[in-house]
Protein backbone atom coordinates (compact mmCIF):
# COMPACT_ATOMS: atom_id res chain seq x y z
CA UNK A 1 0.00 0.00 0.00
CA UNK A 2 1.21 3.51 -0.57
CA UNK A 3 0.14 6.80 0.49
CA UNK A 4 0.33 9.82 -2.29
CA UNK A 5 0.20 13.65 -1.16
CA UNK A 6 0.40 15.84 -4.16
CA UNK A 7 1.03 20.00 -3.73
CA UNK A 8 3.02 22.64 -5.13
CA UNK A 9 -0.08 24.01 -7.16
CA UNK A 10 -1.02 27.83 -7.42
CA UNK A 11 -1.77 30.39 -9.76
CA UNK A 12 0.92 31.61 -11.90
CA UNK A 13 1.03 33.77 -15.00
CA UNK A 14 1.53 32.91 -18.80
CA UNK A 15 5.54 31.65 -18.90
CA UNK A 16 5.94 31.10 -15.19
CA UNK A 17 6.81 28.05 -13.39
CA UNK A 18 5.76 26.08 -10.45
CA UNK A 19 7.38 23.07 -9.12
CA UNK A 20 5.01 20.17 -7.91
CA UNK A 21 5.96 17.31 -5.90
CA UNK A 22 4.22 14.34 -4.95
CA UNK A 23 4.95 13.06 -1.13
CA UNK A 24 5.09 8.73 -0.66
CA UNK A 25 4.10 6.50 2.10
CA UNK A 26 4.30 3.45 2.43
CA UNK A 27 6.04 0.27 1.28
CA UNK A 28 8.76 -0.39 -1.96
CA UNK A 29 8.09 3.40 -3.29
CA UNK A 30 11.48 2.71 -5.13
CA UNK A 31 9.92 -0.45 -7.22
CA UNK A 32 7.13 1.74 -9.04
CA UNK A 33 7.01 3.83 -12.16
CA UNK A 34 5.62 7.33 -11.09
CA UNK A 35 3.46 9.64 -12.91
CA UNK A 36 1.69 12.51 -13.76
CA UNK A 37 -1.59 13.23 -15.14
CA UNK A 38 -3.68 15.72 -15.28
CA UNK A 39 -7.28 16.63 -15.47
CA UNK A 40 -9.29 19.59 -16.38
CA UNK A 41 -13.36 19.33 -15.98
CA UNK A 42 -15.41 17.71 -19.13
CA UNK A 43 -12.22 16.17 -20.36
CA UNK A 44 -10.79 12.96 -19.75
CA UNK A 45 -7.40 12.72 -17.66
CA UNK A 46 -4.31 12.65 -19.67
CA UNK A 47 -0.94 11.87 -19.05
CA UNK A 48 2.10 14.08 -18.64
CA UNK A 49 4.85 12.61 -17.87
CA UNK A 50 6.30 9.30 -16.53
CA UNK A 51 9.28 7.78 -14.98
CA UNK A 52 10.89 4.60 -14.27
CA UNK A 53 11.47 3.34 -10.77
CA UNK A 54 15.29 3.98 -11.23
CA UNK A 55 14.74 7.45 -13.12
CA UNK A 56 16.49 5.62 -16.51
CA UNK A 57 13.91 6.17 -18.20
CA UNK A 58 11.15 9.31 -18.79
CA UNK A 59 8.31 10.04 -21.37
CA UNK A 60 6.43 12.89 -21.61
CA UNK A 61 3.41 14.18 -23.74
CA UNK A 62 4.05 16.11 -26.64
CA UNK A 63 2.33 19.43 -25.17
CA UNK A 64 5.27 19.47 -22.05
CA UNK A 65 8.00 18.09 -23.92
CA UNK A 66 10.88 20.92 -23.23
CA UNK A 67 9.04 22.74 -21.09
CA UNK A 68 8.49 19.72 -18.30
CA UNK A 69 10.97 18.00 -16.51
CA UNK A 70 9.77 15.02 -14.19
CA UNK A 71 11.93 13.63 -11.52
CA UNK A 72 12.12 11.59 -8.36
CA UNK A 73 14.27 11.21 -4.99
CA UNK A 74 14.06 8.00 -4.13
CA UNK A 75 15.65 8.78 -0.67
CA UNK A 76 13.06 11.01 0.08
CA UNK A 77 10.26 9.64 -1.49
CA UNK A 78 9.37 11.89 -3.32
CA UNK A 79 8.10 12.86 -7.11
CA UNK A 80 8.43 16.32 -8.25
CA UNK A 81 7.63 17.72 -11.61
CA UNK A 82 9.23 20.97 -12.51
CA UNK A 83 7.02 22.81 -15.17
CA UNK A 84 8.58 25.73 -16.93
CA UNK A 85 6.92 28.27 -20.06
CA UNK A 86 3.75 27.43 -18.42
CA UNK A 87 0.75 28.57 -20.60
CA UNK A 88 -3.17 29.35 -19.97
CA UNK A 89 -3.63 25.15 -21.66
CA UNK A 90 -1.65 23.65 -18.84
CA UNK A 91 -4.29 24.82 -16.52
CA UNK A 92 -5.73 21.48 -15.00
CA UNK A 93 -5.78 19.16 -11.12
CA UNK A 94 -2.80 17.49 -11.48
CA UNK A 95 -2.41 14.09 -10.03
CA UNK A 96 0.80 11.94 -9.15
CA UNK A 97 0.36 8.19 -9.69
CA UNK A 98 1.85 4.68 -8.55
CA UNK A 99 2.27 2.40 -12.03
CA UNK A 100 0.22 -1.27 -11.27
CA UNK A 101 0.15 -2.94 -15.01
CA UNK A 102 -0.87 -2.71 -18.16
CA UNK A 103 -0.22 0.69 -20.74
CA UNK A 104 1.93 3.29 -19.30
CA UNK A 105 -0.36 6.11 -20.55
CA UNK A 106 -3.53 4.85 -19.30
CA UNK A 107 -4.84 5.95 -15.91
CA UNK A 108 -6.21 2.72 -15.40
CA UNK A 109 -2.79 1.37 -14.98
CA UNK A 110 -2.00 2.98 -12.33
CA UNK A 111 -2.54 1.33 -8.77
CA UNK A 112 -2.15 4.70 -6.57
CA UNK A 113 -3.53 8.24 -6.54
CA UNK A 114 -2.96 11.93 -5.24
CA UNK A 115 -5.49 14.11 -4.60
CA UNK A 116 -4.73 15.99 -6.69
CA UNK A 117 -3.21 19.68 -7.23
CA UNK A 118 -4.82 22.80 -8.91
CA UNK A 119 -2.62 24.08 -11.34
CA UNK A 120 -3.93 27.68 -13.39
CA UNK A 121 -2.61 29.45 -15.39
CA UNK A 122 -3.82 33.25 -16.48
CA UNK A 123 -3.29 34.77 -19.80
Known amino acids: QVHLEDSGGGLVRTGGSLRLSCAASGRNFDSYGMAWFRQVPGKEREYVAIISYDSELTYYTESVQGRFTISRDNGKNTVYLQMNSLKPEDTAVYYC????????????????WGQGTQVTVSS
Open 97 to 112: AAYGTGSYYSPGSYKY
